[in-house]
T-cell receptor, first 114, second 115 residues
Framework: DQQVKQNSPSLSVQEGRISILNCDYT??????FLWYKKYPAEGPTFLIS?????DKNEDGRFTVFLNKSAKHLSLHIVPSQPGDSAVYFC?????????????FGKGTKLSVKP | NAGVMQNPRHLVRRRGQEARLRCSPM?????VYWYRQLPEEGLKFMVY????????ESGMPKERFSAEFPKEGPSILRIQQVVRGDSAAYFC?????????????FGSGTRLTVV
């Protein structure tokens, strides 16, 4: 039973345009949602997060939106750059669950074309 | 300030052998987590440890897999009698306390290939 779902395995975007990566979840008890970026042969690196009590968090070109009623969040990258090409993982954190372990989606591979 | 260090980066084992994966957390981090990424899959939680204690091993297979985080030295993920299905990337992560809005810091992973 997947608690965090990323239904698009891949996304291709032109440089300079907006990239929108989506994530759905099933557990309304999650406290934080995080986005990680992963390059091949490297570990995931933290990108941005949002508390469950917020609906938007922005950091430079990256903005995360949270829609609690729809149990949906999205990551917007504007403008997209070729260096953004990577796999993006959505993750959720539940302090009341298993001592705070992160639950990851399957990832979305973003390709930004010059 | 070194990050999370994992070694080896690549490990090849024949079926039936043992695999030992090591993880040194970031300085000051006392919480260690192991995740596994199978081909075409996301990151699956395996185990969460603090020094000398297993806090949560709900994601770890009941047989052949074990983990430890001794008082001194790195955390070790041990897989006995490996099978082809164990081939995956194994990532270790650490945090200074129970994870917060920054989540965990991950290492570069160990890629295990069972032949």
């Amino acid at each position: 039973d997947q608690q965090v779902k990323q239904n698009s395995p891949s996304l291709s975007v032109q440089e300079g345009r907006i990239s929108i990566l989506n994530c759905d979840y099933t557990n309304s008890m999650f406290d934080y949602f995080l986005w990680y970026k992963k390059y091949p042969a490297e570990g995931p690196t933290f990108l941005i997060s949002i508390s469950s009590i917020k609906d938007k968090n922005e950091d430079g070109r990256f903005t995360v939106f949270l829609n609690k009623s729809a149990k949906h969040l999205s990551l917007h990258i504007v403008p997209s750059q070729p260096g953004d090409s990577a796999v993006y993982f959505c993750a959720a954190l539940n302090y009341g669950g298993s001592q705070g372990n992160l639950i990851f989606g399957k990832g979305t591979k973003l390709s930004v074309k010059p | 300030n070194a990050g999370v260090m994992q070694n080896p980066r690549h490990l090849v084992r024949r079926r039936g052998q043992e695999a030992r994966l090591r993880c040194s957390p970031m300085k000051g981090h006392s919480h260690v987590y192991w995740y596994r990424q199978l081909p075409e899959e996301g990151l699956k939680f395996m185990v969460y440890l603090q020094k000398e204690n297993i806090i949560d091993e709900s994601g770890m297979p009941k047989e052949r897999f074990s983990a430890e985080f001794p008082k001194e030295g790195p955390s070790i993920l041990r897989i006995q009698q490996v099978v082809r299905g164990d081939s995956a990337a194994y990532f270790c992560a650490s945090s200074p306390q129970v994870a917060d809005s920054y989540g965990y810091t991950f290492g570069s992973g160990t890629r295990l290939t069972v032949v």
